[in-house]
């Protein structure tokens, strides 16, 4: 079974940084790890994914330059770099584990999820 653990949520100010973390236990099978953010009352949105294979990385254009997703193959772990956060970055942030081959940005690509971590961006 697989198990996602999201951490490093917090309150923080405008143009700081956050480390988010996500420890996925039982990954044999898995194949890339996102992240995507849900702000009240929208709908939640893709952040970001990489490839467990060869840390490909592909993000979405509003984050692009500010966060860098990265992984650690032998901790089971990714992290989320944020930096220069906005406003507009508050949000509930969840973690999860794809098992296609191909990269997948969407929430159907995606077959495992976190918790959820509370983001928020004082101005």
């Known amino acids: 079974q697989v198990r996602l653990v999201e951490s490093g949520g917090g309150v923080v100010q405008a143009g700081g940084s956050l480390r988010l973390s996500c420890a996925v236990s039982g990954r044999t099978f898995t194949t890339s790890m996102g992240w995507f953010r849900q702000a009240p009352g929208k709908e939640r949105e893709f952040v970001a994914v990489?490839?467990?294979?060869?840390?490909?990385?592909y993000y979405t254009d509003s984050v692009k330059g500010r966060f860098t997703l990265s992984r650690d193959n032998a901790k089971n772990t990714v992290y989320l770099q944020m930096n220069s956060l906005k406003f507009e970055d508050t949000a509930v942030y969840y973690c999860a584990a794809g098992i296609t081959n191909h990269l997948p940005t969407t929430e159907l690509g995606f077959a495992y999820w976190g918790q959820g971590t509370q983001v928020t961006v004082s101005s």
């Open positions: 990489i490839r467990w294979s060869d840390g490909y990385t």
